[in-house]
């Protein structure tokens, strides 16, 4: 009986080893390159950014409010995402210049575009045939919600209905300063449309320079963000007659709102981050992550708001999409108004 039993055990223990030859001897080299091939996971979510430096292109000049932005969210990621980040600035054609730049650059991760709204309004107006949906869409870092409508404080307009007033009675003779194609040019459209005044929409370049062109008293009024004219309030040589906000602002709450004042116009603009069509979605995921942990840090939120008066706004790659499919909706509707026709 006892050697039944040690027998049974034995043919047993040969069947086992058998089965595990024959499915041995079945398994392709295909499949047994694929058992023993790394996994994306753990051979490219590794190398990237692997210490190379990461090139940011902000599409306007040096020393605006985009490239501020820029810079400061670049000091914070570089630190979480262990690599050096570089700001280019490649200015023209109201940002569509870097936009291009960037769009046919390698999508490997190592070159992205800072921009905002003013992407989607090139499109609108003719500057470019592409807006966001070009590129990879990561992430947006700031909302800001601070556009304010300012006069040189020497100009005789006191109040918001003081210029509408004006614009209203001297059609065409009151100069409104933009970029034409950017988004304060979408703005002045905007005000026309609900008052009925007819601006002078003229075009004065940039934030800097309009800033300059508004000091020098060569135009009426400005459209920017609050922390673009914000040295020039502070120095009294700028008055403030509005806010377009749903509702005033902590940071300069002696503003009034230009909705309280009777005229319901929003602004806002989005800063937002975005690769070269074809970027890994890993890396788009990786910085988005990265761009959501500075919008929490306080020191961020310190320096954001002490040189430009907006607080952090971060909205995930989805999000961000979502936002800048209705905001261009919302610009190609209103085309025709834009446009003057």
Same mark, same amino acid.
């Given at each position: 009986? /006892?050697?039944?039993?040690?027998?049974?055990?034995?043919?047993?223990?040969?069947?086992?080893?058998?089965?595990?030859?024959?499915?041995?001897?079945?398994? +392709?080299?295909?499949?047994?390159?694929?058992?023993?091939?790394?996994?994306?996971? +753990?051979?490219?979510?590794?190398?990237?950014?692997?210490?190379?430096?990461?090139?940011?292109?902000?599409?306007?000049?040096?020393?605006?409010?985009?490239?501020?932005?820029?810079?400061?969210?670049?000091?914070?990621?570089?630190?979480?995402?262990?690599?050096?980040?570089?700001?280019?600035?490649?200015?023209?054609?109201?940002?569509?210049?870097?936009?291009?730049?960037?769009?046919?650059?390698?999508?490997?991760?190592?070159?992205?575009?800072? !921009?905002?709204?003013?992407?989607?309004?090139?499109?609108?107006?003719?500057?470019?045939? !592409?807006?966001?949906?070009?590129?990879?869409?990561?992430?947006?870092?700031?909302?800001?919600?601070?556009?304010?409508?300012?006069?040189?404080?020497?100009?005789?307009?006191?109040?918001?209905?003081?210029?509408?007033?004006?614009?209203?009675?001297?059609?065409?003779?009151?100069?409104?300063?933009?970029?034409?194609?950017?988004? +304060?040019?979408?703005?002045?459209?905007?005000?026309?449309?609900?008052?009925?005044?007819?601006?002078?929409?003229?075009?004065?370049?940039?934030?800097?320079?309009?800033?300059?062109?508004?000091?020098?008293?060569?135009?009426? +009024?400005?459209?920017?963000?609050?922390?673009?004219?914000?040295?020039?309030?502070?120095?009294?040589? !700028?008055?403030?007659?509005?806010?377009?906000?749903? /509702?005033?602002?902590?940071?300069?709450?002696?503003?009034?709102?230009?909705?309280?004042?009777?005229?319901?116009?929003?602004?806002?603009?989005?800063?937002?981050?975005?690769?070269?069509?074809?970027?890994?979605?890993?890396?788009?995921?990786?910085?988005?992550?990265?761009?959501?942990?500075?919008?929490?840090?306080?020191?961020?939120?310190?320096?954001?708001?002490?040189?430009?008066?907006?607080?952090?706004?971060?909205?995930?790659?989805?999000?961000?999409?979502?936002?800048?499919?209705?905001?261009?909706?919302?610009?190609?509707?209103?085309?025709?108004?834009?446009?003057?026709?």
């Amino acid at each position: 009986m /006892k050697k039944l039993t040690i027998l049974l055990i034995v043919l047993i223990l040969l069947s086992i080893v058998l089965a595990g030859c024959t499915n041995s001897a079945q398994k +392709t080299p295909e499949a047994e390159k694929a058992e023993k091939a790394p996994t994306a996971e +753990t051979s490219d979510e590794l190398k990237w950014p692997d210490g190379k430096t990461i090139q940011i292109v902000v599409p306007f000049k040096a020393g605006g409010d985009t490239d501020f932005h820029a810079r400061t969210y670049a000091k914070y990621m570089e630190k979480i995402l262990g690599a050096p980040i570089v700001i280019v600035n490649v200015d023209g054609g109201n940002g569509s210049v870097g936009s291009i730049q960037v769009r046919d650059a390698k999508p490997d991760g190592y070159t992205a575009l800072f !921009f905002h709204d003013s992407m989607l309004m090139n499109k609108v107006v003719g500057v470019t045939d !592409f807006a966001h949906e070009a590129f990879d869409v990561c992430a947006t870092g700031i909302m800001d919600n601070s556009y304010i409508i300012a006069v040189n404080s020497k100009s005789k307009y006191k109040t918001l209905d003081d210029l509408i007033k004006d614009a209203k009675e001297n059609p065409g003779k009151i100069k409104y300063a933009s970029s034409v194609g950017g988004y +304060t040019y979408y703005v002045g459209r905007k005000l026309e449309e609900l008052t009925g005044a007819d601006f002078n929409i003229v075009d004065a370049g940039g934030g800097a320079d309009r800033n300059a062109a508004l000091l020098a008293q060569k135009i009426d +009024t400005n459209v920017n963000p609050y922390g673009v004219m914000k040295p020039y309030i502070d120095s009294g040589d !700028f008055r403030v007659l509005a806010v377009f906000s749903e /509702k005033r602002s902590s940071l300069f709450p002696d503003v009034p709102t230009a909705k309280e004042l009777g005229y319901d116009i929003i602004a806002h603009r989005a800063y937002f981050l975005a690769f070269p069509k074809g970027t890994d979605q890993r890396i788009i995921e990786k910085v988005a992550n990265a761009m959501e942990e500075v919008s929490k840090k306080p020191e961020y939120a310190e320096d954001i708001k002490k040189a430009y008066c907006v607080e952090p706004a971060y909205m995930n790659t989805a999000d961000t999409k979502a936002y800048l499919d209705s905001a261009l909706k919302e610009f190609e509707d209103a085309k025709d108004m834009i446009l003057g026709k």
